[in-house]
């Protein structure tokens, strides 16, 4: 089981700047499409974006031009760069496996908040 570490959260004003990282521990995950997923109270988790073990990303239309996802597969670690962010934004941002038979437990995740 490999364990997923959410950080890098905060409040932001709207067009604002955000950097979460998604530490893993427990197994290497380079082999692996990873993804970043966000929750709002009472809705379901929603996929924000991925990116292969090759590098090659894709986003959903209501981040798209403004994410940006990478991965260090030396340190084990996946990133979600966010830029010119809006409240509709604010959400806990979480990461995990997209493909469900590798997923694992979902970490706490961080709360990213946009708000003037």
């Known amino acids: 089981q490999v364990q997923l570490v959410e950080s890098g959260g905060g409040l932001v004003q709207p067009g604002g700047s955000l950097r979460l990282s998604c530490a893993a521990s427990g197994r290497g995950i380079r082999l692996y499409t990873m993804g970043w997923y966000r929750q709002v109270p009472g809705r379901q988790r929603d996929l924000v974006g991925s990116?292969?073990?090759?590098?090659?990303?894709n986003y959903s239309d209501s981040v798209k031009g403004r994410f940006t996802i990478s991965r260090d597969d030396a340190k084990n670690t996946v990133y979600l760069q966010m830029n010119s962010l809006k409240p509709e934004d604010t959400a806990v941002y979480f990461c995990?496996?997209?493909?469900?038979?590798?997923?694992?437990?979902w970490g706490q995740g961080t709360q990213v908040t946009v708000s003037s």
């Open positions: 990116i292969t073990s090759g590098g090659v990303t």
């Open positions: 995990n496996f997209v493909v469900l038979s590798y997923r694992s437990s």
